[in-house]
């Protein structure tokens, strides 16, 4: 399985990753997409029939499929950014960013204090309940991979400065909703 910081180091060199999406919520059918080559599998938190018990088995049936967890969450706000991080997703798209102050604080809710973040240090699946905190918090935390949706006008109007957030990893440009915007 690639570790988000590897699938960062690809993207940076100018390689492609390979992943999809997984709109159902069954961990057999995470499994057997995890374990169809995909780099990344990206749970869809946003549309999809996702309830936060059953993340952790989902997340976990990708990992040993092979593939590192995503998760495409509801919107960019606290409850959901931790459901995916606590439940063990090693990548988060932010849906619908319009603005580099929107981002800032997506961003910031994703991180913990020592990696320039405000989000809140608790036992979960990710870190096995507290027994690999450490290593989860130097290893996994400080290194989630982070995407911003780009879906409307507004955003495409803010694009230089939602660019230059120093920690963003990449954008995805949500075609039906910024065509929607666009009137078209």
């Known amino acids: 399985m690639k570790t988000a910081q590897e699938i960062r180091a690809m993207m940076r060199g100018g390689n492609a990753t390979i992943g999809t999406w997984l709109q159902f919520p069954s961990a057999d059918v995470a499994e057997v997409m995890g374990a169809s080559g995909y780099d990344w599998v990206a749970v869809d938190m946003e549309h999809g029939a996702f ?16 593939s590192t967890p995503f998760a495409r969450i509801a919107q960019a706000e606290l409850r959901p950014i931790k459901d995916a991080l606590d439940s063990g997703a090693q990548g988060l798209v932010f849906p619908m960013i319009e603005s580099r102050e929107q981002l800032d604080r997506a961003i910031s809710l994703s991180l913990y204090p020592d990696a320039g973040g405000s989000r809140g240090v608790g036992y979960s699946r990710a870190n096995m309940y507290g027994r690999d905190f450490d290593p989860y918090r130097v290893d996994v935390a400080k290194d989630i991979l982070l995407v911003a949706q780009i879906e409307h006008i507004r955003a495409v109007d803010q694009l230089d400065a939602i660019l230059s957030h120093p920690r963003l990893d990449a954008i995805m440009v949500g075609p039906y909703d910024l065509s929607g915007s666009m009137g078209l």
């Not at 309830?51 to 092979?66: K, N, Q, S, Y």
């Open 51 to 66: 309830t936060r018990a059953i993340l952790p088995d989902v997340f976990r049936a990708i990992e040993r499929g092979g």
